[in-house]
């Protein structure tokens, strides 16, 4: 086989590889702003003394919420708009009952009782940096449990997911073609 030709081969053979090792961008990341302010406060999500691999903590669900974000506001925003959110408290669904005992102290009970909620503020910008929209969000979803969502039932924050696009669908509605 020729040099040039062996070159050829392994260019092609290397080239998915070569994909896989850089990440690819995320859509929506350049249009979606998320930040958390003094997350440390916030109801839920704060780091735990008990929670050693931070699996309840914010370095493990906030960058998960801003990744959701980032993907369904982007494919949502109107063309040339950017959206800036700022998080000023979470409470997730369900909590923690320590007084269920040592094998309960990292089991998060979901019941009715323990409704998720969201508080932010939002600004939607133009092309121009010209503010379209802003305005502040305390969201709460009482009735959470009693819906079908289109997130998976395995996932920890489907219920916060499912609350957040539902704002999304209310403030970004789908354009008519």
Do not use: C
């Not at 930040?35 to 669900?61: A, C, L, Q, W, Y």
């Not at 369900?94 to 909620?117: A, T």
């Not at 219920?159 to 704002?167: A, G, Q």
Request: proline letters at 6%.
């Amino acid at each position: 086989m020729k040099t040039s030709t062996r070159f050829a081969l392994s260019v092609l053979l290397l080239r998915p590889i070569a994909g896989w090792a850089a990440p690819a961008e995320k859509p929506g990341a350049d249009r979606v702003a998320v930040t958390f302010d003094h997350p440390e406060k916030f109801i839920d999500v704060r780091d735990d003394s008990t929670d050693f691999e931070n699996e309840r903590g914010r370095d493990h669900f906030l960058p998960i919420l801003k990744e959701h974000l980032e993907r369904r506001a982007g494919k949502l925003l109107p063309a040339g708009q950017k959206l800036a959110i700022t998080f000023t408290d979470i409470d997730l669904a369900g909590d923690f009952e320590p007084w269920r005992g040592m094998n309960f102290h990292d089991v998060r009970i979901v019941k009715d009782l323990y409704v998720p909620r969201m508080n932010f503020t939002f600004k939607v910008t133009d092309e121009a940096g010209q503010v379209v929209k802003e305005g502040e969000e305390k969201l709460l979803d009482a009735a959470f449990q009693m819906r079908i969502t289109g997130v998976s039932n395995t996932d920890p924050l489907r219920y916060e997911k499912e609350m957040l696009n539902d704002w999304l669908r209310k403030e970004f509605p789908a354009r008519k073609k």
